[in-house]
């Protein structure tokens, strides 16, 4: 329970971008999936998403359905919106401590993964360079910055939400697990930490929904797509 965390990769884990273009008498093709306020999604950007995704959840290309490809330009257009309002504010840049942070945190789910050899080799499989990896990373965590200045201090959680998540999920947690229970008083700001949490994903789906009502934003769905010459 208390490893559960903030899962901004499903909101706007809009990080993601590939590559899928045609050649052509040595020229470069690929496709407008889409536009936001005018700024152009390619289809080199989606099956980039879709690529850098798996890479993430440790999966293969292959595996990703339609409905997850969808999402995934989904989550791209989330991305340009929340740009949008990056570029629109004095959000502060991500430091290369906390890049390098967490890219050490992605670096331990893969086995193998701990000499530098074997990393190499998974950013490799999943055509990911490091420098690709520090450039996403640092947007990932400049758009969590933007969201959490945005709506955190919109959030309060009051000592009975706290004392119910406490009865109703964590102690039946414990003793499912044969674990003894923990006093109320020692995991409380864990507890409220993680409602917090829960909240801002579910203000930022607001916000993303009024941000995209006020915006001109054109996909595949309204039947747009066009080529376009890529020098």
């Known amino acids: 329970m208390m490893q559960k965390a903030f899962n901004f990769v499903l909101l706007v884990a809009v990080f993601l971008t590939g590559s899928c273009c045609a ?23 989606w ?21 997850e490809r ?3 330009l989904d989550h791209l257009i989330d991305q340009e919106l929340l740009k949008e309002q990056m570029r629109s504010s004095d ?3 991500a430091s290369e401590a906390d890049i390098e942070k967490r890219i050490v945190e992605i670096r331990k789910q893969y086995p193998g993964a701990e000499t530098d050899a074997g990393w190499q080799a998974v950013l490799a499989q999943h055509n990911v360079t490091p420098t690709e990896l ?14 959490d200045a945005r709506l955190r201090p919109s959030v309060n959680i009051d000592p009975a939400s706290i004392e ?6 964590l102690l039946p947690q414990l003793r499912q697990q044969g674990s003894g229970a923990v006093p109320l008083a020692e995991v409380t700001p864990k507890i409220k930490e993680l409602l ?18 006020g915006s001109d934003i054109r996909t595949p769905d309204a039947g747009f797509a066009s080529p376009v010459q890529v020098q």
């Open 91 to 93: 959000a502060p840049r």
């Open 164 to 169: 119910r998540y406490y009865n109703q999920e």
């Open 23 to 45: 050649v052509f008498a040595g020229q470069i093709f690929d496709r407008i999936v889409a536009t936001v306020n005018g700024q152009i999604i390619l289809q080199s950007d």
């Open 70 to 72: 969808k999402a995934a």
């Open 134 to 147: 520090r450039a996403r990373v640092g947007l990932t965590l400049e758009l969590m910055s933007l969201v």
């Open 196 to 213: 917090t949490q829960e909240k801002v994903s579910e203000l930022l789906v607001a916000w993303l929904q009024n941000l995209r009502a």
């Open 47 to 67: 099956d980039d998403a879709v690529r850098y995704e798996s890479f993430i959840d440790m999966r293969s290309v292959q595996d990703f359905s339609p409905a």
